[in-house]
Structure formats: C-alpha cells, structure tokens
C-alpha cells in the first residue's frame, strides 16, 4: 500500500509506493522519483534520484514518487535533471568524487561545491529561486579524511556554494537533511524549489543549525522546516530531526530514548508552526515520516517507539543510512498537510 502526504486536490504531493509498479498512468503528473537502490525504474525524461541507502522492515524496495496537478516540462542544465510545473520544480544531481581541481582539498569538497553551485545556477536561469526542501545524501559521512571528518567537508563546501551564489547563510536557508550512503557512491543531492517564498520555521528546543558553536565546525546551512503555501492549503517540510536538545546531543547510546526525543522535537517544530500558520492543522498522526537507522539490530525498538507515539499504522519508510553525528542512531523527517498558512 502506498503512503501518502497531500492528495486530492492539492497542487504537490509525495507518494512511497512499490519500486515494481509497470502502470504507466503512475507516471502522470510525476515531477521527480527518488529510488533507495538500483533499478532500471523510469525511461524518458523523469528525473530520478537513485541513492543508495537500503530499506529496512518488510516493505520491499519502494520508491518516493513527487506528483503535480500542473502541466510539467522536463529539462536539463549541466547536470541537473529537473522537471517543473507552473510554481514549483524538482531537480536531482549526481556527482562522483574525483581528486580537487587544485589538489589542496578533499573530492567531496570540489564535488559539493560544484553540485551546489548548479543547483543555485540552474534556479537562478528558470525563475524559481526559493529552494524549499533539499536531500543530501553522501559515502562515509562519519570517516576523517584531509584532517577532518566528511560531514565537515560537505557543510564547508556548501557555504562555499551559497556563498559564490550571492544565497543566505542564516535564516533563510531550506529544510534539509545529510545522510550516509553505500560506501562507493557518488554525491546525490534531490531537491524541490519553488517561485513563492515559503515560510521557515525554528525548533524552540533547539539552538539553529546555522548557529551551532565553533566546536561543530562549519556551520550547516539549513531550516529546521519550511512550509510551502498552496491556496489548497499548506505543505511542511520537517528537516532530519534526531535527538539534540539545545546544540548537544542527549541520550547517547540509548536508542528508544533519542527516537522519544525526536518525536518530542518533532511535536515541538508542529507546535510552531501552527503558531505560525494561526490555525491548528499540523499534527504527528497526519504526517509521512523517513527513519533513518545506524544499526539496523536497532530497528524493532525504533518501530515500537513510533508505533507507541503514531499507533499500530503510522506512514512510515525506515532507511539504513548513517547520520551527521556519530553519537547520534536515528533521525527522523517527515511531510505533512496542514490549513493554508498565507
């Protein structure tokens, strides 16, 4: 069955449904597909995301499938595949690493960097300037390399990005994650973007990414979640959550009580942005998640503290992937509707 956030008549939503689907009426309206392993899924001029971070559970291979009830185009800019309707675009870039141009920095850096400044170039040239929700997903994201651990690198190279792009660093940044993937895989950033500016919002629990102490090292250039305004209504985008309170991270090794913490941060960023909105919509029952687990031994006491929180059928897809933090062991995004917020 698939899961669902934002059918009907609204303008954008996201389906997971099942990787082996031949209909090719599934494809109509279609904006963009990310796929969780490799397969010969789409041909034609669909773009596709193919990241490499295994699922978990007994739901099979999956795919997330991004609609419109816009008339699309697709398109292409360097290497960025996008496809767009009237008000909103999805695109999706693939990079290997290969050795820095200069030879004085690390090839995820020159690969970054030359990602994002595509990404910033290509919104730039079509008109939509306002990235809404952006997924990164990169090998090794815990490994030091070139003395510094890769997750690092990448926050450094995309500050780089935004700054060569004439973008924000702080405040008006898009909900994001980064996330490892399969050792060996290149650099894959999927990415929606919109001509209206959405609206950003702040956990109260939580100090700002772009704010973190010097200890972090660069700074990461993300919201903790952004809501795009539909006049169906509105659409939340909540960033990687995981259990950090203030800047630090809680419960170390405990992993039931960091996904209580992430729920709790997740509740708090629903509460906010209700407030912001004026009119209570957005609630944890209502949303599509993404889990994402270190260590798949873990997967039974996540899913037993979701399903405590959400009930015995929450829409949820569970991921392998390593996170930002190596202390950290879950992280947790999720997409919602909620009442128009304009």
């Not at 650099?187 to 973007?193: D, E, G, M, P, Q």
């Not at 912001?276 to 889990?291: I, N």
Request: charged share 20%; aromatic share 8%; proline share 6%.
């Amino acid at each position: 069955m698939a899961l669902e956030a934002g059918r009907g008549r609204h303008s954008l939503q996201v389906d997971y449904v099942p990787l082996a689907e031949p209909a090719s009426a599934r494809w109509e309206g279609v904006l963009g597909v990310a796929t969780f392993s490799p397969s010969p899924l789409v041909s034609g001029d669909i773009p596709v995301a193919e990241i490499r971070t295994p699922v978990l559970g007994s739901r099979g291979e999956i795919c997330e499938v991004w609609r419109t009830r816009q008339q699309v185009e697709s398109g292409q800019r360097s290497r960025i595949h996008y496809r767009r309707g009237e008000d909103i675009l999805f695109g999706c870039i693939s990079v290997p690493e290969t050795e820095s141009r200069h030879g004085d920095g690390s090839a995820l850096h020159t690969a970054t960097d030359a990602a994002y400044r595509e990404i910033f170039a290509t919104l730039d040239e079509l008109a939509y300037p306002h990235l809404l929700r952006v997924w990164n997903y990169l090998p090794q994201i815990n490994v030091d390399t070139h003395g510094t651990e890769r997750y690092r690198q990448f926050n450094s190279a995309r500050r780089n990005a935004l700054i060569a792009s004439g973008r924000d660093l702080t405040g008006n940044v898009p909900a994001a994650c980064a996330l490892g993937s399969v050792t060996g895989s290149p650099l894959v950033i999927y990415f929606l973007a919109s001509r209206k500016a959405p609206t950003l919002i702040e956990n109260p629990r939580q100090v700002s990414a772009y704010e973190y102490p010097e200890q972090y090292g660069p700074k990461p250039a993300f919201s903790r979640a952004s809501v795009l305004h539909e006049s169906t209504g509105a659409m939340l985008f909540i960033s990687g959550t995981a259990s950090i309170v203030g800047h630090r991270t809680v419960h170390a090794g405990d992993v039931a009580a960091q996904t209580r913490e992430t729920l709790v941060n997740i509740e708090a960023l629903l509460d906010e942005a209700n407030r912001v909105s004026g009119t209570p919509g957005f609630g944890l029952e209502s949303l599509a998640y993404k889990v994402y687990v270190r260590n798949s031994a873990d997967l039974p006491l996540i899913q037993s503290q979701l399903h405590s929180a959400l009930g015995r059928n929450p829409q949820v897809v569970y991921l392998q992937a390593d996170i930002c933090r190596q202390d950290l062991l879950v992280e947790i995004e999720a997409i919602g509707r909620g009442p128009d917020c304009a």
